[in-house]
Every structure is written in structure tokens, then in C-alpha cells.
């Protein structure tokens, strides 16, 4: 194994072998390297990022990965700033539908059903927009996570997609479904994965590795 030093941006990098050096851009900066002080070390001695010749592009995997209690109190941080907004809409949206299916003749029963329905489709939709987007963005947090100094990566240690984003948030569904078991799984498994995290390969970890 060869590890060394970006020249720009001093992230530690390590590589299998002279080829995966050839190749090599920075991860963190992307900056082309001019490789000093290469050091040879024992497989088992190195924490830092492992490259190959044909995977040179990603970023390292996480060093502190964020613990149940942390990403908890992240959930209910959003769960608090979702209540208001989503309150609100729910509200506006049920008093327009009981407007219109009242000027129909709709019956209260109707109005009731159609209200619910209505509200929770909103609930969902919001929900799905927020961690979605605020995920798969720069800042690749929720603003609980930010408060808490997490973020949200893939198996490459890169930022999600949008399409990966909503695909994590549907599996939540799974973590859910199985009495919250899959939330708690958190607590438990090595890096602190939920369920919904193993299913599509992500991992919750502090905002700042070092």
C-alpha cells in the first residue's frame, strides 16, 4: 500500500499501487497530485482512503459515524419544524376541498374522508420533499442534522442524488413497519446504520471527519 498527502488540500489518501498514483485525483479538492513522500505501510496500519487504478474518484469512507442518540434527536429537531408547516397546508388544503365538495353538495362524512385523505397525502409529499432535497444537497443534511453536525453519504463517501435521497426516505417505510426495530437498529450495528440505511447503502456520519 502507498499512502501519502494532497499537496492542496493536506487529505490523507491512500493507494493500492504506483498505477492507482497516476490516476489520482484529490477526492476532497480534486486537485491533480504531484506525489511526495510516498510511504509504503502494512494493509492493517492504514484509517485512511483506499484507491485503486479504477476507483480513483471516490471519496473516503467516514471516520465517526453518528450514534443513535445523535441522529434521534436530528429526527425529532425535523419532525418539530415539519409540524408547523405542515399543519398549516394540511389546513389550508382540507378547508378548500371541504369549499369545494360543499358547494357540490357533498355529504359531511364525504367532506371528513376526503379531508383526511387529502391531509395525509400532504403530510407524505412534505416530508419526502424535505429530506430529499435537503439530503441529496450541498449541505447533505436535514436542518436537524445540521444542528447536530451530521450529514448523510453514500458507500462512496460521496453526497446522495436526489433519485438515491427518495429512494432512502421510501425504505424508511421497512425501518417503520418493523416496530421502529429498524430506527433502533442504529444503536447496534457497526457504523451505526439503520435499516433503511443497509438497504440502500448509506451512512449517517459526523460532518467533521477529522
Known amino acids: 500500500m502507498i499512502e501519502f498527502q494532497c499537496t ?15 490516476a489520482c485525483k484529490c ?33 473516503h469512507l467516514p471516520v465517526r459515524y453518528a450514534g443513535f442518540w445523535k441522529r434521534l434527536a436530528a429526527l425529532l429537531i425535523d419532525s418539530f419544524i415539519l409540524a408547523i408547516p405542515g399543519g398549516v397546508l394540511g389546513a389550508v388544503t382540507g378547508a378548500i376541498a371541504g369549499m369545494v365538495l360543499g358547494a357540490q353538495g ?23 420533499l424535505y429530506f430529499s432535497l435537503m439530503e441529496s444537497s450541498s449541505r447533505q443534511a436535514t436542518l ?21 435521497a427518495v429512494v432512502r426516505h421510501f425504505a424508511k417505510f421497512v425501518s417503520v413497519i418493523t416496530l421502529c426495530i429498524g430506527y ?18 448509506t451512512y449517517v456520519i459526523d460532518k467533521n471527519r477529522k
Do not use: W
Not at 492542496?8 to 497516476?22: F, G, N, T, V, W
Open 106 to 128: 357533498a355529504s359531511q362524512q364525504t367532506i371528513l374522508s376526503v379531508c383526511q385523505v387529502l391531509g395525509f397525502i400532504t403530510g407524505v409529499t412534505m416530508r419526502l
Open 27 to 59: 477526492p476532497r479538492c480534486q486537485a491533480e497530485n504531484t506525489i511526495p513522500d510516498i510511504q509504503y505501510i502494512p494493509e492493517e496500519t492504514s484509517q485512511f482512503t483506499e484507491l485503486s487504478a479504477d476507483d480513483t474518484q471516490q471519496s
Open 144 to 164: 436537524g442534522k445540521m444542528v447536530l453536525g451530521i450529514i448523510v453519504i453514500n458507500k462512496s463517501g460521496e453526497r446522495l442524488s436526489f433519485g438515491h
Open 184 to 201: 433502533i437498529m442504529a444503536a447496534f450495528t457497526g457504523r451505526k446504520q439503520a435499516l433503511h440505511d443497509l438497504i440502500v447503502s
Open 8 to 22: 492542496s488540500c493536506s487529505q490523507r489518501i491512500r493507494a493500492k499501487d504506483e498505477h492507482a498514483l497516476k
